[in-house]
C-alpha cells in the first residue's frame, strides 16, 4: 500500500526566501505525481503535474522534482511571497483513480 | 462557469435529516470523484466514476450514496449521518487517457451534522 509523507509539517520563511518542501512516497511503481496548494477552508489548486517518466516541471517560481528510485519529489519555491501563504499537499498516483495524499505542509511567508 | 462547481458551500443537517452535496464540471473530463476531508487526516478517496463505471472505497458507510447521472454531475446523497461524518467534502475530475489524468477540484462543500 503506498503511504506519501510530507516533512515538515509546518515552515514559517520571512518573504524573498527560497524554500523546498518535501514529499516522499514508499511504492516507486507510480504513474504521476502532483503537487497542490490549498488555501484555509477551500479546495485544492493544481500546481504541477509530473509523470512517471519526467523528472521536473516548472511553472513560473515553483519547479518540482521527481526522483522515483529514491521515492521523493520536491516543490522548490523561489522568492516566497505571503500570497504563497497556504497548505501544500503532494499525491502520487498509480493512476487518477489511485492517488494517494500525504498530510501537507503548512506554509507561512511572514512580510 | 468555471472548472468544478460545489453546492451547497456549507451544510448543516441533523442526525436524522436527508440532504445531498452536487457537483457539476464544465471541463469535458470523463471521470469524477468524491473525496472526504477531515481535520489532521490525508484526503481520503470515497468514490470514483470513470467512463460510466463506478469504484469506491469499501470503508465508505452506507450512509453516504453517490449518483452520477451524466459525466458532467456528481451527486452525495446523505442520509442519518453520524457527527463523525463533519468534514469538507471535495468534488474534482479528469480526464483519463490524456495529460496523465490531472485532478482538478472544485472549492468543496462543508457539512456540520449535529
Known amino acids: 500500500k503506498q503511504e506519501v509523507t510530507q516533512i515538515p509539517a509546518a515552515l514559517s520563511v520571512p518573504e524573498g526566501e527560497n524554500l523546498v518542501l518535501n514529499c516522499s512516497f514508499t511504492?516507486?511503481?507510480?504513474?504521476?505525481l502532483q503537487w497542490f496548494r490549498q488555501d484555509p477552508g477551500k479546495g485544492l489548486t493544481s500546481l504541477l503535474l509530473?509523470?512517471?517518466?519526467?523528472r521536473e516541471q516548472t511553472s513560473g517560481r515553483l519547479n518540482a522534482s521527481l526522483d522515483k528510485s529514491s521515492g521523493r519529489s520536491t516543490l522548490y519555491i523561489a522568492a516566497s511571497q505571503p500570497g504563497d501563504s497556504a497548505t501544500y499537499l503532494c499525491?502520487?498516483?498509480?493512476?487518477?483513480?489511485?492517488?494517494?495524499f500525504g498530510s501537507g505542509t503548512q506554509l507561512t511567508v511572514l512580510p | 462557469e468555471t472548472g468544478v462547481t460545489q453546492t451547497p458551500r456549507h451544510l448543516v443537517m441533523g442526525m436524522t435529516n436527508k440532504k445531498s452535496l452536487k457537483c457539476e464540471q464544465h471541463?469535458?473530463?470523463?471521470?469524477m470523484y468524491w473525496y472526504k476531508q477531515s481535520a489532521k487526516k490525508p484526503l481520503e478517496l470515497m468514490f470514483v466514476?470513470?467512463?460510466?463505471?463506478?469504484?469506491e472505497n469499501n470503508s465508505v458507510p452506507s450512509r453516504f450514496s453517490p449518483e452520477c447521472p451524466n459525466s458532467s454531475h456528481l451527486f452525495l446523497h446523505l442520509h442519518t449521518l453520524q457527527p463523525e461524518d463533519s468534514a469538507l467534502y471535495l468534488c474534482?475530475?479528469?480526464?483519463?487517457?490524456?495529460?496523465?489524468?490531472?485532478?482538478?477540484f472544485g472549492e468543496g462543500s462543508r457539512l456540520t451534522v449535529l
Open positions: 471541463l469535458g473530463h470523463n471521470a
Open positions: 466514476y470513470s467512463l460510466e463505471e463506478r469504484v
Open positions: 511504492d516507486s511503481a507510480i504513474y504521476n
Open positions: 509530473i509523470q512517471s517518466s519526467q
Open positions: 474534482a475530475s479528469s480526464q483519463e487517457g490524456t495529460r496523465g489524468g490531472e485532478l482538478f
Open positions: 499525491a502520487v498516483g498509480g493512476s487518477a483513480r489511485q492517488l494517494t
